[in-house]
Nanobody, 127 residues
Framework: QVQLVESGGGLVQAGGSLRLSCVASGRTFSSYPMGWFRQAPGKEREFVAVIKWSSLNTYYADSVKGRFTISRDNAKNTMYLQMNSLKAEDTAVYYC????????????????????WGQGTQVTVSS
């Protein structure tokens, strides 16, 4: 059974940093696209970042570009999201997601492109 488990969320002041982790179990996701999404209260879930098969193939939402960095450690079957210069508007539940097939085109920002989801971790940024 495939399971994705996020951790690392918490309460941080604006301008601070957090590092989220997503550990996969049940199968290996090395070289498979994995992404981070987030959902703020009253809003739809939105794309944050994706890593396709290596750190050379990463894409970010404009709202986090230059502040967030997505990475993966295939040996640990783990994906990370380093979040710096956090803002109040980054407050949300953050979800990791993984795709069942290696190829993902330009639709990497769409929720339905991913087959597995974690339960989420809360990130709260106080201003």
């Amino acid at each position: 059974q495939v399971q994705l488990v996020e951790s690392g969320g918490g309460l941080v002041q604006a301008g601070g940093s957090l590092r989220l982790s997503c550990v996969a179990s049940g199968r290996t996701f090395s070289s498979y696209p994995m992404g981070w999404f987030r959902q703020a209260p009253g809003k739809e879930r939105e794309f944050v970042a994706v890593i396709k098969w290596s750190s050379l193939n990463t894409y970010y939402a404009d709202s986090v570009k230059g502040r967030f960095t997505i990475s993966r450690d295939n040996a640990k079957n783990t994906m990370y999201l380093q979040m710096n210069s956090l803002k109040a508007e980054d407050t949300a539940v953050y979800y990791c997601a993984a795709r069942n097939t290696r190829f993902i085109g330009s639709d990497y920002h769409r929720i339905n492109e991913y087959d597995y989801w974690g339960q989420g971790t809360q990130v709260t940024v106080s201003s």
